[in-house]
């Protein structure tokens, strides 16, 4: 990991101002969840699993099932990506993860009860942006058809990895969104302790033929930063009112 010295710095000079948030029902809110996943998230589920036990990834569950508690009990609309593969189609750069019909494309125990909930949609995706991976032959979106159907107006977003389908997501309902794809859809939500990325740090990387360093915390932040930039807000706090 880089030193906090060098990772205060960078904090310092791409600050992420965050917010907090109450949900008290005035504003419907739907809740994302992104590729809460074994093969993501589960201690040794696979090649994109952490390999050692992970206090951001555990983190981000423990925050991911409490929210969709809340929202469960308040029969909120929930959204959730399951990224899933098919054998014969690799994702590069990536090594072979969440192949379909394997535990790493279920959600995480934590989860799983989403499975049998009225107010989920689930929807597995074969690619890094969900929104992307929500749309079907025909052109229809099932995300876009979520926002529409539950009158949404603002999303939160949870999930893994803060920098890649996290930010993809983010980025793409943002421009959907001013595109005129999602009315009534006005505000993008992330939520910063709901999401999480892996951890590769530069001297691990430098072993491992054509890996990408990529330094958990820095890479965190990076991906908070630039949702913020596009036009998400962040939140560092999320509660209930109701
Ligand atoms: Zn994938």
């Given at each position: 990991m880089a030193s906090s010295t060098k990772i205060d710095l960078l904090k310092e000079e791409l600050p992420v101002e965050q917010e907090t948030l109450v949900l008290d029902g005035d504003v419907k809110t739907g809740l994302v969840i992104v590729d809460v996943v074994n093969g993501f998230c589960t201690v040794g589920a696979g090649n994109l699993a952490p390999p050692v036990p992970d206090e951001q990834i555990s983190g981000m569950v423990q925050e991911t099932v409490r929210i969709s508690r809340n929202f469960a009990e308040k029969k909120w609309p929930i959204y959730a990506l399951l990224d899933t593969h098919h054998p014969d189609i690799p994702e590069h750069p990536y090594p072979p993860h969440c192949l379909v019909g394997t535990e790493e494309a279920e959600l995480v125990p934590g989860l799983k009860w989403l499975e049998n909930e009225p107010s989920v949609t689930l929807r597995r995706k074969n690619c890094i942006d969900g929104y992307i991976g929500s749309?079907?032959?025909?052109?229809?979106n099932v995300f876009i058809d979520w926002v529409k159907t539950n009158q949404i107006k603002r999303i939160l977003v949870v999930g893994i990895c803060t920098d890649i389908c996290v930010l993809d997501f983010v980025c793409a309902a943002l421009s959907a969104k001013n595109r005129g794809f999602l009315d009534p859809l006005e505000e993008v939500l992330v939520y910063s302790s709901g999401c999480a990325t892996f951890d590769l740090p530069a001297d691990v990387a430098?072993?491992?033929?054509?890996a990408i360093a990529h330094p958990q915390e820095l890479m965190h932040h990076i991906g908070l930063y630039i949702a913020r930039g596009r036009g998400a807000k962040v939140v560092s706090e999320v509660s209930f009112s109701t």
């Open positions: 749309t079907e032959k025909d052109g229809s430098k072993n491992i033929k054509g």
